[in-house]
């Protein structure tokens, strides 16, 4: 078997400055994000205390594009994230995120299986069930100029057809908007 590759590792020098040992030179956030984007596992480290900073730089990388008006992230899910921190679904919402975002990468007929086919644990929570509409539906709409998937799409049931022609409804809204940001 193939051993996986080793994450590109990233040292942060006291003054701050990110250095890349693959190639001996400074880097910058945008140059990590690049990294990442071409499909390389990273890992930053305090030179000095030796600390994991991946997670605090991924979050600093994120929260620039926000900055931008480069919007991934709805206002629900990052209210909801924040939200997350101090309820009791603190335990869900990390495998929750895992999950879809792995589903994503999967490519589409696999995902959308997967939300169909697979028995989930998470199925007693409370609400699972509308969050798993709305969910098909946004990676629905997200998948939509990708192809790949060869199986029909089931008919959905008139509560979950309302469900989905409000998220049409606010993704044709924030089309619009985007648009005319772009111009």
């Known amino acids: 078997m193939a051993e996986p590759a080793k994450p590109l590792l990233i040292k942060r020098y006291a003054s701050r400055r990110l250095y890349n040992t693959e190639t001996s030179d400074y880097v910058t956030l945008d140059d990590i994000a690049a990294f990442i984007r071409a499909g390389r596992e990273i890992q930053i480290i305090d030179l000095k205390s030796g600390d994991d900073l991946t997670r605090q730089y991924l979050l600093q990388i994120i929260a620039e594009h926000e900055s931008r008006g480069e919007s991934v992230l709805p206002l629900g899910v990052l209210t909801d994230l924040v939200r997350s921190y101090t309820t ?25 299986e997967n939300l ?4 989930n644990p998470m199925a007693s929570v409370p609400g699972f069930e509308a969050m798993q509409r709305q969910q098909q539906a946004f990676l ?17 049931p008139p509560a979950a057809q309302s469900d989905l022609d409000d998220i049409k409804t606010q993704l044709a809204e924030l089309q619009a908007k985007l648009s005319k940001m772009g111009q």
């Open 88 to 112: 009791q679904a603190q335990s869900v919402v990390p495998q929750f995120l895992a999950a879809s975002f792995d589903m994503l990468r999967d490519g589409p007929s696999k995902m959308m």
């Open 116 to 119: 169909t086919h697979i028995p």
């Open 140 to 156: 629905k709409s997200m998948m939509g100029g990708w192809g790949g998937s060869s199986t029909p799409e089931p008919e959905a």
